[in-house]
Nanobody, 126 residues
Framework: QVSLAESGGGLVQAGGSLRLSCAAS????????MAWFQQPPGKEREFVAA????????DYADSVKGRFTISRDNVRSGVYLQMNSLKPEDTAVYYC???????????????????WGQGTQVTVSS
């Protein structure tokens, strides 16, 4: 099991930027597939971005492609989400998620991940 803690959320105007961070407690962090999900008010948790262990290959939801960038630092056991050109519809609680050496299914499905942070609120004003 790995413990995750998000930070970096806040209130920003439309068009602005935020950088979310997720710190992991696990020493074998480099072997975890990582992802970010968002949960807008009154809606289900939705996939935002994922980054593979090993290759570091990334995947993005269409709604954030070209605006958000996921990255990881295996030395510091952290994963990050750089969010640019933010829109009011990006308003949500953002969660960091992890699974050890993803084995199958879809990296875009929240139930593929076994470890979750507590979430950080991002609010984008128009």
């Amino acid at each position: 099991q790995v413990s995750l803690a998000e930070s970096g959320g806040g209130l920003v105007q439309a068009g602005g930027s935020l950088r979310l961070s997720c710190a992991a407690s696990e020493g074998t962090f480099s072997s975890y597939d990582m992802a970010w999900f968002q949960q807008p008010p009154g809606k289900e948790r939705e996939f935002v971005a994922a980054i593979k262990w090993g290759s570091g290959a990334t995947d993005y939801a269409d709604s954030v492609k070209g605006r958000f960038t996921i990255s990881r630092d295996n030395v510091r056991s952290g994963v990050y989400l750089q969010m640019n050109s933010l829109k009011p519809e990006d308003t949500a609680v953002y969660y960091c998620a992890a699974v050890h050496k993803f084995a199958g299914g879809s990296r875009r499905s929240w139930y593929s991940y076994l470890n979750w942070g507590q979430g950080t609120q991002v609010t984008v004003s128009s």
